[in-house]
C-alpha cells in the first residue's frame, strides 16, 4: 500500500497561485506515476495533471499553461504550482499515484482550493 499526504491547499482570489504538494510513503517502489485529481460539488473527479518515474507529463486541457506539475523522486513527492487561479478551479483536489500498468488507485485525504472572484 501507498500513503499520500496532501498539504498546500486554502483560499485565494482569482489571478492568485497556489502549490500543493504530496508525499508518498510505504511500497513507494511500485509507484509508475503520480497525479493530482479534482472535485468539485456535484461534478465527476477529474485528472488535472500526471507524471510518471520517467517524466512524461499530461495536462487536462482546462490548466494548460496555467498549472504545473513537478516530482521530486528522491523525496516521493509530487507538486502541483498552481497559476492564474480561476474560480472555476475551486474543487477539492487529491494526490493519487498508479503502477506500471495499472489505473490510479491510492488516494491521499484531498485538500480544498478555494477562488474566489
Known amino acids: 500500500q501507498v500513503q499520500l499526504a496532501e498539504s498546500g491547499g486554502g483560499l485565494v482570489q482569482a489571478g492568485g497561485s497556489l502549490r500543493l504538494s504530496c508525499a508518498a510513503s510505504g511500497r513507494t517502489f511500485s509507484i509508475y506515476a503520480m497525479g493530482w485529481f479534482r472535485q468539485a460539488p456535484g461534478k465527476q473527479r477529474e485528472l488535472v495533471a500526471d507524471i510518471t518515474f520517467g517524466g512524461s507529463i499530461n495536462y487536462a486541457d482546462s490548466v494548460k499553461g496555467r498549472f504545473i506539475i513537478s516530482r521530486d523522486k528522491a523525496k516521493n513527492t509530487v507538486y502541483l504550482q498552481m497559476n492564474s487561479l480561476k474560480p472555476e478551479d475551486t474543487a477539492v483536489y487529491y494526490c493519487?499515484?498508479?503502477?506500471?500498468?495499472?489505473?490510479?488507485?491510492?488516494w491521499g485525504q484531498g485538500t480544498q482550493v478555494t477562488v474566489s472572484s
Open positions: 493519487s499515484t498508479r503502477a506500471f500498468g495499472n489505473s490510479f488507485d491510492s
